[in-house]
Nanobody, 124 residues
Framework: QVQLVESGGGLGQAGGSLRLSCAAS????????MGWFRQAPGKEREFVAAINWNSGSAAYADSVKDRFTISRDKGKNTVYLQMNSLNPEDTAVYYCASAATDAQRMAVIGADYWGQGTQVTVSS
């Protein structure tokens, strides 16, 4: 079992930055990918970014590429999402996720474990 706890959401300004954190516990992650999904009001949950725990290689949705950066700290079992150049379309509940697969496949098939979600609101 994996427990995921997000933090760092809140209110941001268009053009500004926010950083999300996700602390993971419960098992080793050497063969896992960890990532972020988001769900805006009235929309389906969508993939944002994922990272392979061992290699650090990452996958991104086209809508956030070159604006968001995912990273991980193995020592802290924590994954981060640095969000720059925010726009109102980034407003959503952001979910940390973990999957027993690689980052590229996680973007397609989703996750095995989910956090409780953290709200990100971007004002124009």
């Amino acid at each position: 079992q994996v427990q995921l706890v997000e933090s760092g959401g809140g209110l941001g300004q268009a053009g500004g930055s926010l950083r999300l954190s996700c602390a993971a516990s419960g098992r080793t992650f050497s063969r896992y990918a960890m990532g972020w999904f988001r769900q805006a009001p009235g929309k389906e949950r969508e993939f944002v970014a994922a990272i392979n725990w061992n290699s650090g290689s990452a996958a991104y949705a086209d809508s956030v590429k070159d604006r968001f950066t995912i990273s991980r700290d193995k020592g802290k079992n924590t994954v981060y999402l640095q969000m720059n150049s925010l726009n109102p379309e980034d407003t959503a509940v952001y979910y940390c996720a973990s999957a027993a697969t690689d980052a590229q496949r996680m973007a397609v098939i989703g996750a095995d474990y989910w956090g409780q979600g953290t709200q990100v609101t971007v004002s124009s």
